[in-house]
């Protein structure tokens, strides 16, 4: 019993690859900025390597998409978050903005970090019987969502 226990241990902890295997670069980096990733899956979109993962507690972690250059370079990560987690600052400044009458699509958002430095929430929305998706800036610059995400 041990061994089938230590067998269902260790296929749970692999990490799950479409489209090829990551070089050992991308790999590293990866392993380098999130030790404590786990439910790892990597896909290849394009010129990048998304990897979908998650982090925290099991079973209840924290989601996150990352995406990575071929050369290992780390592009940004998208995080889920409750809208309970969002801060209050940056609910103030999409309720004082021209979206300030939306109601919230669903209970989380979106936080997004970038390699330049650049930071923020994306909220799905929906304003006068449609679905918009709205990007506040940790200063608080509110506009539609830049669809693509870098």
Do not use: F, T
């Given at each position: 019993m041990l061994a089938v226990a230590a067998a269902v241990l260790m296929a749970a902890s692999c990490e799950?690859?479409?489209?090829?295997?990551?070089?050992?670069?991308?790999r590293s980096e990866f392993e380098r900025m999130y030790p404590k990733a786990w439910d790892v899956e990597w896909e290849r979109m394009g010129e990048y390597w998304e990897v979908t993962f998650e982090t925290g507690s099991r079973p209840d972690g924290t989601e996150h998409k990352a995406w990575y250059d071929k050369g290992g370079n780390w592009i940004q990560t998208v995080t889920d978050v409750l809208l309970s987690s969002v801060p209050q600052e940056i609910k103030n400044y999409l309720q004082e903005s021209e979206y300030g009458t939306a109601q919230f699509e669903d209970y989380d958002a979106e936080y997004f970090e970038t390699q330049s430095g650049g930071a923020f929430y994306r909220f799905d929305l929906i304003a006068g019987g449609r679905e918009i998706e709205v990007d506040v800036t940790l200063n608080g610059e509110v506009t539609p969502a830049q669809y693509g995400y870098f």
């Open positions: 799950k690859y479409e489209d090829g295997r990551p070089s050992k670069d991308v």
